[in-house]
């Protein structure tokens, strides 16, 4: 099913205060998961952008589990709740959700390559570059996603789910 539109339009932006911000709201409805609110937010001024992605039903806490063994796997589309820790044990990362987490909509790729830009200039030696063989398809990982919310998803037939 496709993300329906619920709302767009243009707003001040909160950054150059342009009246440029297109905003716009859509309601997915994601397998196993249930209601979503996706939220993007661009402003073709200053060029500066937010998307967010709210539930709108809270489920069973769950713990998902993927191996990551071939470069096709990387390209799995993962929902990452707002309330989600991930962890990846072969590359010692543990991110665990904070006040201010947006959920995202992303591939098991586009994870590793938000934990790297979260790293910044503090990724550095053998874990960064274990992180970037991983995200190249060199090595095989897990990724573990513990959910409290129910809501996180990766669509695979490979991915293992288990009550928290």
Same mark, same amino acid.
């Given at each position: 099913?496709?993300?329906?539109?619920?709302?767009?339009?243009?707003?001040?932006?909160?950054?150059?205060?342009?009246?440029?911000? !297109?905003?716009?709201?859509?309601?997915?409805?994601?397998?196993?998961?249930?209601?979503?609110?996706?939220?993007?937010?661009?402003?073709?001024?200053?060029?500066?952008?937010?998307?967010?992605?709210?539930?709108?039903?809270?489920?069973?806490?769950?713990?998902?589990?993927?191996?990551?063994?071939?470069?096709?796997?990387?390209?799995?589309?993962?929902?990452?709740?707002?309330?989600?820790?991930?962890? !990846?044990?072969?590359?010692?990362?543990?991110?665990?959700?904070?006040?201010?987490?947006?959920?995202?909509?992303?591939?098991?790729?586009?994870?590793?390559?938000?934990? !790297?830009?979260?790293?910044?200039?503090?990724?550095?030696?053998?874990?960064?570059?274990?992180?970037?063989?991983?995200?190249?398809?060199?090595?095989?990982?897990?990724?573990?996603?513990?959910?409290?919310?129910?809501?996180?998803?990766?669509?695979?037939?490979?991915?293992?789910?288990?009550?928290?």
């Amino acid at each position: 099913m496709e993300p329906q539109l619920l709302y767009e339009g243009k707003h001040k932006c909160p950054i150059c205060h342009a009246d440029e911000m !297109i905003i716009r709201e859509y309601l997915y409805d994601a397998p196993n998961v249930g209601k979503l609110e996706l939220s993007v937010w661009e402003c073709q001024n200053c060029g500066y952008r937010l998307r967010d992605v709210k539930p709108l039903e809270f489920l069973t806490p769950i713990k998902l589990e993927l191996r990551v063994e071939k470069e096709e796997d990387l390209g799995t589309v993962v929902y990452r709740s707002a309330f989600a820790n991930i962890v !990846i044990p072969e590359l010692e990362i543990e991110v665990t959700a904070g006040e201010a987490y947006q959920g995202v909509l992303t591939t098991v790729e586009g994870v590793l390559e938000i934990i !790297i830009d979260q790293l910044g200039e503090n990724c550095e030696g053998e874990k960064c570059k274990k992180l970037e063989e991983a995200k190249n398809g060199r090595i095989p990982f897990t990724l573990i996603i513990n959910d409290e919310s129910g809501l996180s998803f990766i669509q695979s037939e490979k991915v293992r789910i288990t009550r928290l």
